[in-house]
């Protein structure tokens, strides 16, 4: 069995680069005031654990994480938080768009609609928004999701 590494600075660094420095900081700050602990328990052990481990590309981890959250539903801040991430780490509008289109067969069309507009809305917010990312006129995949 090949044991379980944890690397808090690598969390912490890959956070900052999939969210920004601005949003980890006032995310953190906030949560941390009214869940001490709570924030950097979340980033050791998800960014500097799960996201570490071998096995899938950053692209494909979002791909999992754009598909789980919107076939769970009610968790829209978290989705809308993944969608910026994925245009962050270069996935296209498009390529976001096909995963939720894909999910209607196995989460149900109501979730994969919920999902399409959580990132309509991501898109629209245009490119400022979510780092160097895409906007809605991207949707269509010509143009890139502005990787980092």
């Known amino acids: 069995m090949t044991p379980s590494t944890i690397d808090?600075?690598?969390g912490y660094r890959l956070l900052a680069e999939m969210a920004g420095p601005s949003t980890v900081e006032s995310t953190l700050t906030?949560?941390?005031?009214?869940?001490?602990?709570?924030p950097d328990w979340i980033v050791t052990a998800l960014f500097g654990g799960t996201y570490q481990r071998e096995g899938l590309a950053l692209r494909d981890r979002q791909i999992a994480n754009l598909a789980a959250l919107t076939a769970i539903g009610g968790v829209e801040p978290q989705l809308d938080d993944h969608?910026?991430?994925s245009l962050r780490i270069g996935m296209?509008?498009?390529?976001?768009?096909e995963v939720m289109v894909h999910l209607a067969p196995y989460a149900?069309?109501?979730?994969?609609?919920a999902g399409l507009r959580v990132a309509a809305g991501v898109f629209a917010d245009g490119p400022g928004s979510a780092g160097s990312a895409g906007s809605a006129d991207d949707a269509?995949?010509?143009?890139p999701g502005g990787a980092r």
């Open 8 to 10: 808090r600075d690598a």
């Open 30 to 38: 906030g949560l941390d005031s009214l869940a001490p602990g709570f």
């Open 83 to 85: 969608v910026r991430n």
């Open 92 to 97: 296209s509008p498009r390529e976001i768009v």
């Open 108 to 113: 149900g069309v109501p979730r994969a609609l």
């Open 140 to 143: 269509d995949g010509t143009a």
